[in-house]
């Protein structure tokens, strides 16, 4: 005798379909005929093979029915919003307001259901295989320099608050201080960057910090990792990943964040065109840092239309200030453009041969400063890319899954606000590469960084660096080259000054990862209970207001902003608007 | 060749210990000597056993040493606040604003390992034996209904906020709702109770849910659990785990968490005291809930001094406003109170027979309404188990691990403020007794609820409960007996409209259960970077004062109390009050 329960009318992979129901048991059969769809309702019976032909092997159940003895509607359901099949199209909205009803979507229990069984082979990993301690850290804090980003919690104390903090970066290197040279941690992190879509306010990482390491040891842990906690039903995971260092990947493919899964490379031809007779490529070589680059669209003259160049010109026009020009190798294809025909003819002999084109292939080429152009084109390299899938040419395999480490970031950026002055490239605690220490005095703008990103087909999955162990070097960087004020790293510095060993980590977005393997079209899609875009929980209707007196303790008042205000302030038209 | 790095001065478990330094290397000597303490050092070398007779049986690495070949100073320690040694007293507030150095301790080291172990052993327990499924849930939520203690988020929608929930209750319904039928979370929690000592503002809970589960089915995933995760250098847990009715509970032990690793049992005298002429007996028992109760202390007469007998009546005067007798048996003990010597001469014989005492033990008696005689005397067990132990008794072992259930609480109880209305004993979502669901409608303070709390050596270390899966009794006990508003949770009533599945679930505390294997003082000690008792990180200095341009996005002000209201706030004395 087999008792279930289940949602009437679906199956679930621990319950037993029911295909035949006694003729004679009427009332049972009427109870399971009249539950409404989605109602729960538990049967007894009895487990019997499936009579031959019936049985339905793309059912994990298909082998197998019950015989019903008895019948019960445990909770009818009522009126459905949507039908929970996975083929109805809902807004993400209805989606979202419903979620309840969306989790029981087998998209959703196979997305939620893989994430958890990959973050348990991820901590067989760390914790049984490799030693690491699963240490959990503070999530109310205090503001880090810079955390323009955080969330802040009032606490009982007037004017004092908490902050919710966007890593456990200073918890981790301070687990390293205290000896315990193994850490990692599946950490809630937040991170309030108002509306932006396809991001969270809380996230979830990977976060690992390791003693006694260098960059090799941290890469070849998280490619053993990946590889083991890697779904069996995916294709395998090839480990050691490929690395790249950030001039290459710029160079390449125009990002730090460079989807290998196809080729379409930037190349430099500015050699080819030292001679040219075309205006704006001769402008441009005759700059200092001027140069000529290339991508060639395979069979681009076979399945790019003319809008699809025209909207491409567009794009490099209105986000870079920048001309494209294509040149089809199919002269005929170039009558309309003087400038492509007189390329091809002065320049057509070089460029193929630097290009390696086909006779159908297409090539992009612009002319600018080195990174701008480098820039355009891998932007224009990824726009390509989607025309071309979407007229049916397959460049990215969906089933492919393409890490790629890139390395050697720069330490330190212009700010955007103030060009004269640094910033650091990822954060403040990153260890300079050890080949440019002596320029950190001299020319801190050229150091190296032991920072490293891990991209997976395009994604940014990961960041880690090498920190720095050395209170003194750490005390120079914050002070001297970053105008921070240190007194809010004060208890940091001290730390590294009681023997801190050297040591280094890294954070995987759990988010993007299980979003990459699962093939989902947004994060949103493997969390739970997501945010919109403009973190609401259109469930539950958080956030919400709050009546004064609950806010006395805290020692806060709502500034209400003025009608004017409110008209010029995005974040807060009509509550229908949101999607 | 073996290259190892550690804290110069100690061993840790994967470090080998040097014994040995070839005299030839003076300047490896030197470096290995002059690092101070607490410094990190890296050697190369080679490791050979130790000589006959040198070995250390107590260390792990206690059987080799290394023959150095070279050393190196990665960093050295400034000078220690405190040395890091487990035998030097440190204030608690010290240890808390070194924590990393505080870290290196190995009670410390254990208690953090230890914690990471059992909790891993507890996710194969659940998500690798018994399918359960790890969901994260958002911590970003809204306020629920009487949610005084959860810490507020201001968003950036002008008077809208977010809370930071005190459980993942409402998320866990909502995944079985949603077809997630096995769901567990190491889950952060959160609530602000102000300063109180031994509590955190931030904890971690092991919360639990199962759809088409009851009582039984859910106390045995958790006996299982805990047997499983258990450490092997503890004495096993064994299982199943008594259970007792919180009225037995309270009738026996005074309390909802019994420490049950001793006797010394609540008793109910009264009849034996029906013809008293001690006057306060007499009151009592003259009131319709009158009750004489005691408890026996055995060997008390021995071990308890005077000045101890007056502490306990004078605790029972100021808290409980009750009066408490102690009784000697041997005759002499009594000549100081002719209320006891009466006692003992009328009703002597009676009072040994049911206290089945023994000639050097103590009864206290008291007298009054059943659970305020009760609740005095569970108190004064406790009490007098100190003094006892203090003493040099053993009553309750240490190495003992004594768990209970204790079922059968009562649905509602009378609000403090308001004793006509009700309020829920736990939280509104738990199901009534089956038994009792007759009296929901006539006599609701009567009914019992599926509530279970767990109890581990006197602590509770979690609770759960059956859950109402009927959208119809979950109005019903919202709207009408609890006068909530329901517009807060018409998202959960509306879940349960759709085919909601029968479910229950628990949540562990697991710094408290941590605490209690380990056998730690405080939770702070099995937590890495806790709050001190009045919310602060002593490390870090959060929470913290923010500029007030930082406040505006989230549309906030402070209110600054004036100088009158600060004196009177007791949450912001100086900062060196803080211990």
């Known amino acids: 005798m087999w008792r279930v329960a289940f949602f009437a009318s679906r199956s679930r992979s621990h319950l037993v379909w029911m295909d035949s129901v006694p003729k004679s048991a009427a009332s049972v059969k009427?109870?399971?005929c009249e539950a409404p769809v989605e109602s729960v309702v538990q049967?007894?019976?009895?487990?019997?093979?499936?009579?031959?032909?019936?049985?339905?092997p793309k059912m994990p159940t298909g082998e197998i029915e019950v015989k019903v003895k008895t019948a019960e509607l445990l909770n009818p359901c009522k009126k459905l919003p949507f039908e929970v099949k996975d083929f109805m199209k809902k807004t993400e909205a209805l989606r979202l307001q419903y979620r309840y009803l969306d989790l029981r979507s087998s998209q959703m229990?196979?997305?939620l259901r893989l994430r958890s069984q990959m973050v348990m082979k991820m901590r067989e990993y760390l914790c049984n295989l490799h030693g690491f301690v699963d240490v959990e850290t503070p999530t109310l804090f205090k503001r880090t320099p810079g955390g323009a980003k955080e969330f802040v919690v009032p606490s009982r104390e007037p004017g004092k608050f908490y902050s919710l903090p966007q890593s456990p970066q200073q918890f981790k290197q301070l687990l390293m201080v205290g000896g315990l040279d193994r850490y990692f941690q599946v950490a809630r992190c937040y991170r309030?960057?108002?509306?932006?879509?396809?991001?969270?306010?809380?996230?979830?990482?990977?976060?690992?910090?390791?003693?006694?390491?260098?960059?090799?040891?941290?890469?070849?842990?998280?490619?053993?990792?990946?590889?083991?906690?890697?779904?069996?039903?995916?294709a395998p995971v090839g480990v050691p990943f490929p690395s790249m260092t950030f001039a290459e990947a710029l160079a390449t493919y125009g990002t730090d964040k460079p989807d290998t899964r196809f080729g379409m490379k930037i190349v430099d031809i500015s050699d080819v065109f030292r001679n040219t007779e075309v205006g704006f490529l001769q402008d441009a070589l005759s700059k200092p840092q001027g140069t000529v680059k290339a991508i060639c669209i395979p069979e681009g003259a076979k399945y790019l239309k003319r809008k699809d160049i025209e909207s491409i010109r567009k794009f490099a026009a209105d986000h870079f200030d920048q001309e494209v020009l294509p040149v089809f190798l199919k002269a005929n294809r170039n009558w309309n453009s003087p400038v492509a025909k007189l390329v091809m003819e002065e320049q057509g002999p070089g460029l193929l041969r630097r290009m390696e084109n086909?006779?159908?292939?297409?090539?992009?080429?612009?002319?600018?400063?080195h990174k701008r152009a480098c820039t355009l084109l891998g932007k224009l390299r990824l726009e390509c890319a989607d025309l071309l899938e979407a007229r049916g040419v397959l460049l990215r395999d969906p089933a492919l899954f393409s890490f790629l480490w890139v390395v050697d970031f720069p330490l330190f950026l212009p700010k955007e606000e103030n060009p004269g002055e640094l910033e650091s490239a990822h954060h403040p605690f990153t260890a300079p590469h050890p080949g440019d220490i002596h320029?950190?005095?001299?020319?801190?703008?050229?150091?190296?960084?032991?920072?490293?990103?891990?991209?997976?087909?395009?994604?940014?999955?990961?960041?880690?660096?090498?920190?720095?162990?050395?209170?003194?070097?750490?005390?120079?960087?914050?002070?001297?080259?970053?105008?921070?004020?240190?007194k809010l790293l004060s208890h940091l510095l001290q730390a590294l000054d009681h023997g801190a060993p050297p040591h280094g980590g890294i954070a995987l977005g759990l988010d993007r990862l299980i979003c990459l393997v699962t093939g989902a079209p947004s994060i949103r899609d493997v969390i739970a209970f997501p945010k919109s875009f403009r973190g609401q929980d259109l469930m539950s209707n958080a956030p919400d207001f709050i009546p004064p007196e609950d806010l006395k303790p805290y020692h806060i008042q709502v500034s209400w902003p003025t009608d004017k205000e409110t008209?010029?302030?995005?974040?807060?038209?009509?509550?229908?608007?949101?999607?």
Chains 1, 2 share one sequence.
Do not use: C
């Not at 009895?46 to 032909?53: D, I, M, N, Q």
């Not at 960041?463 to 921070?484: C, F, N, P, W």
């Not at 974040?571 to 608007?577: D, E, I, T, V």
């Open 192 to 234: 309030d960057e108002g509306s932006k879509p396809d991001r969270q306010p809380e996230f979830t990482q990977i976060d690992i910090e390791m003693s006694f390491v260098d960059q090799t040891g941290i890469r070849s842990l998280i490619e053993g990792l990946l590889q083991y906690s890697w779904p069996r039903d995916k």
């Open 109 to 111: 229990q196979y997305n």
């Open 30 to 32: 009427k109870i399971l």
């Open 358 to 369: 086909q006779e159908e292939d297409m090539v992009l080429l612009t002319a600018g400063e």
């Open 439 to 486: 320029l950190l005095h001299t020319e801190p703008e050229k150091v190296r960084s032991q920072h490293y990103d891990l991209v997976l087909n395009g994604s940014e999955i990961g960041g880690g660096s090498v920190r720095i162990h050395d209170a003194q070097l750490q005390r120079y960087i914050l002070e001297t080259l970053l105008k921070e004020d240190v």
């Open 43 to 56: 049967v007894s019976g009895t487990v019997v093979s499936r009579p031959p032909g019936q049985e339905n």
């Open 567 to 579: 008209e010029k302030n995005p974040l807060n038209p009509p509550r229908q608007a949101e999607s």
